[in-house]
């Protein structure tokens, strides 16, 4: 009988040893099949998740930031242990304790699966990270396996802070929202030093339902959440019990409940220079490592004056759309049930597709009509209180359009309002209607020194319309190009002193004869070079051009950046070919900065996200910057290995000519600083697009302005009268803050005075309105009373303006200083061919 027994259980044992051999065998077959092939867990150790690249200005404040996942990467010795510990007790209580898996959670979470209870997870945190790192996220035992293996794997391959570290910044936490750091920005727009021990909980208990745990629409939810993590840190011995009772009880407060500030709210508005950085990043970078390299970039940007392009151009836009006459809107309209109650108009408004981010004397508010009649309309205005005045708008409102307000608006109609404030104090006058003007334009601001762009504009709102027109419109340049024609003929032995002869002028075309004119549709004669450029001479332009041969200017052009190949046509030397206003103005300060090549630039320098400098815009060296100490008042020397474009007297002589563009030419009245000033203004055939450029010593700026569709801006639309005003404004402001003098006289030349209007030589003591101290080189002894004129004839009976006539039948055009001038009306008329500039 015992011998029975004994072989009875000792079968039972052999079984049971054959059996858990047999078991032993087959989970290291399996562990042993599905750990062939697995993704290499060691490339976790260099793995740099995407984070948000950030743009700061010149103060070093956050002005714009751009991702695909918002995630701010921290290391782990820069995480709070409240944090660590708050995601440990709600994920992984036994996290510094197990090996990659953790056995008895697993049974724990079977045992209550097999009991009828909730089936949860039993991943620890290694297991996480591999599960989002390296594998799939599907519900299968494959995955759950090598999501087993993968954990051992790692824990023999990092430290458990490298693992935490890794899921930390890797989880998703609602709101668009990756890791721990930017998830505190956004609940709470705090760092994690910050957090107090609710708002820490709060976080460790997103990542199982971040989207069910929302702190204002689960409210109750996501306070049982917070306070069961709160309950596992206290029992674990991360916090106190006073802790662990004052936060259970504190209430949740967010930045989604309006009781913190958004981090997003305190950034600028987006505009055009940003985005023209993200544009050009992303060409240079790959936009892929832009959104997601955590770069850090320093623009150039200069706020102050940014703000001041933006108000200047959208004053000059909205001035002339409202000259016009013609109320357009917004173009949007609620329907009858969304007026149906404040709430609902507000919910509408606040859900139309219209720009927010306009401020012109005072913030443009969306407003919806509730009422109108012939004497007022009654508007429900966006983002305004119960204690913001009446929103009421009187038919005087509307006078400048002719018509009264029952034909203009309707209930329902969607318009901008803002409040019309008095200059003095900024006090309350009444709310008056505004709309987006249909005219654009661009503005830009650099410095000719290091190509620094200081502002940019690239329309009236970047919100209504984010084409940027200074970098990415291509328009004719018209007159305002005629500076690289003349830069070519000086460097080709001419003088400003140098006569062309203005005259009619026929060329044969493929397209028919071409026959230019001047704007003013009347010929001069021989003319000296300078009153030429400061007239703006189309036919002596042209002249010139053919004497040069047009295959220099295009090579001038394109030597300046203006043009990548410019067509050898003579049309296209009264600027008919088009290019931007970015590379116009970059060119123009190679005019300002003596003739040195410079590369414009809206960022200084960026770096990748460990401090790595990636790109530096300022490639001079600095000689002695090592040095320890340095003589009393000897600055540091620096050395510029720029490329010389052109000639610096060249450069200076063309200034000069310039300035008397500015002084007495299309510019005169308009253009009006405290320092020397130099430009060329610009119009195209029937004004389809105005310019002007111009610079100081230290700062080069240019405004264009036109419809995107091109057509023409009026009879009254001048490059002087329209763009004049943009600069002269903006300069203003400039030369206030950043100064400006004398431009730079070259070694090499001297000074000869000459007749302003026979180019005749004069007497060194001469004086008058006729005289004019002009730069010569040395060793050339300039040639006068020699004409030059293209090949082209000249009639002997041509009628010529004569000396001290003046130019009759002009519009008058107010500037920017209160004054007035006269600009001529006549057009020319350049039959079929487009000629590009005009005036």
């Known amino acids: 009988m015992l011998r029975f027994i004994l072989s009875f259980f000792g079968a039972i044992f052999s079984a049971l040893c054959i059996g858990a051999l047999f078991a032993a065998l087959t989970v290291g077959a399996i562990f042993w099949m599905y750990g062939r092939d697995l993704p290499n867990h060691e490339q976790l150790a260099q793995y740099t998740p995407p984070t948000i690249s950030r743009i700061y200005s010149g103060e070093g404040r956050i002005i714009d930031e751009f991702a695909e996942e918002r995630r701010l990467y921290a290391p782990a010795d820069e995480i709070p242990d409240l944090v660590k510990h708050a995601f440990i007790s709600a994920e992984d209580k036994n996290f510094y304790n197990h090996k990659g898996y953790d056995l008895r959670g697993m049974i724990a979470a079977a045992i209550q699966a097999a009991q009828g209870g909730r089936l949860r997870g039993a991943s620890t945190i290694p297991q996480q990270v591999v599960k989002n790192f390296l594998l799939s996220s599907d519900r299968s035992a494959e995955r759950k396996i090598k999501e087993l293996i993968l954990s051992v794997r790692l824990e023999n391959t990092l430290s458990k802070d490298k693992i935490l570290e890794l899921y930390l910044n890797e989880i998703y936490l609602g709101q668009n929202t990756y890791g721990v750091a930017a998830a505190a920005q956004t609940y709470f727009n705090k ?482 600083l405290p320092v020397p000033v130099a430009g060329k203004t610009g119009t195209t055939n029937d004004a389809k697009d105005v310019w002007f450029i111009g610079f100081t010593s230290n700062i080069v700026a240019g405004c264009y302005i036109g419809h995107d569709t091109p057509r023409g801006l009026g009879r009254g639309a001048y490059g002087a009268s329209l763009c004049g005003p943009v600069f002269n404004q903006f300069m203003q402001k400039a030369t206030a803050k950043y100064g400006g003098g004398p431009f730079a006289v070259p070694p090499g030349g001297r000074f000869i005075k000459i007749d302003r209007f026979t180019g005749a030589r004069l007497a060194d003591d001469a004086s008058g309105d006729n005289v004019v101290s002009e730069y010569f080189r040395l060793g050339e002894e300039p040639i006068f009373g020699v004409a030059f004129d293209g090949g082209f004839g000249m009639g002997s009976n041509l009628p010529l303006f004569a000396r001290g006539e003046t130019e009759q039948g002009g519009s008058e055009v107010t500037t920017s200083s209160g004054q007035t001038r006269t600009i001529p009306k006549s057009r020319a008329s350049f039959g079929s061919l487009s000629s590009g500039g005009l005036y």
């Open 191 to 672: 760092t994690l030093a910050e957090l107090s021990p609710a708002e820490a909980a709060y976080l460790g208990a997103l990542p199982q339902r971040p989207a069910r745990t929302h702190p204002v629409r689960d409210r109750e939810f996501a306070i049982s959440r917070r306070n069961y993590v709160l309950r596992e840190m206290y029992e674990n011995g991360y916090i106190t019990e006073e802790q662990y009772r004052e936060a259970r009880v504190a209430p949740l407060l967010s930045v989604q409940g309006g009781d913190y500030d958004s981090f997003s709210a305190q950034l600028p508005p987006r505009d055009y220079f940003t985005d023209e950085i993200r544009r050009q990043l992303s060409r240079d970078f790959g936009e892929g490592e832009f959104f997601s390299g955590g770069m850090s970039v320093r623009a150039t940007i200069d706020p102050e004056m940014q703000k001041e392009a933006a108000l200047a151009l959208q004053e000059q836009l909205e001035q002339y759309d409202r000259g016009l006459g013609r109320w357009r809107g917004t173009g949007k309209t609620l329907p009858e049930e969304a007026l149906a109650s404040e709430e609902a108009w507000r919910d509408g408004l606040a859900k139309a597709d219209v720009a927010r981010d306009i401020f012109l004397e005072s913030e443009w508010h969306p407003a919806v009509v509730l009422e109108v009649s012939d004497t007022q309309a009654r508007l429900g205005i966006d983002g305004v209180g119960d204690d913001a005045p009446e929103p009421v708008v009187p038919a005087e409102d509307m006078s400048w359009t002719g018509k009264s307000l029952t034909a203009l608006l309707e209930r329902g109609d969607i318009v901008y309002v803002r409040k019309m404030i008095t200059d003095a104090d900024g006090s309350f006058i009444r709310w008056t209607l505004r709309q987006v003007p249909e005219v654009e334009g661009g503005f830009m601001a650099m410095d000719v020194k290091n190509g620094r762009v200081l502002a940019m504009q690239g329309g009236f709102s970047y919100q209504h319309s984010v084409f940027n027109r200074a970098t990415q419109a291509t328009r004719q340049p018209g007159s305002s190009f005629k500076p690289f024609v003349y830069a070519a003929a000086l460097d080709s032995g001419f003088s400003p002193a140098t006569i062309v002869v203005d005259a009619p002028i026929e060329v044969n075309t493929p397209q028919g004869v071409w026959r230019p004119k001047n704007s003013s549709n009347k010929y001069y004669g021989p003319t000296p070079l300078r009153t030429g450029i400061e007239q703006s001479r189309n036919l002596m332009t042209v002249r010139l051009a053919e004497e040069v041969g047009m295959d220099t200017v295009a090579r001038y052009a394109e030597r300046f950046g203006v043009y990548d190949n410019m067509g050898r046509y003579l049309a296209n030397a009264l600027g008919s070919e088009e290019t931007t206003l970015f590379k116009m103005v970059a060119a123009y300060a190679m005019f300002a900065n003596g003739g040195e090549r410079v590369e414009p630039t809206l960022v200084d320098r960026v770096q990748d996200r460990y401090g790595t400098t990636l790109y530096n815009h300022d490639q001079r060296d600095c000689l002695d910057c090592d040095v320890a100490s340095l003589p009393a008042g000897e600055a540091p020397h620096i050395v510029s290995n720029r490329e010389r474009v052109m000639n610096a007297i060249t450069a200076y002589q063309l200034t000069s000519m310039m300035q008397g563009v500015v002084q007495r030419g299309t510019a005169s009245g308009v253009v009006n």
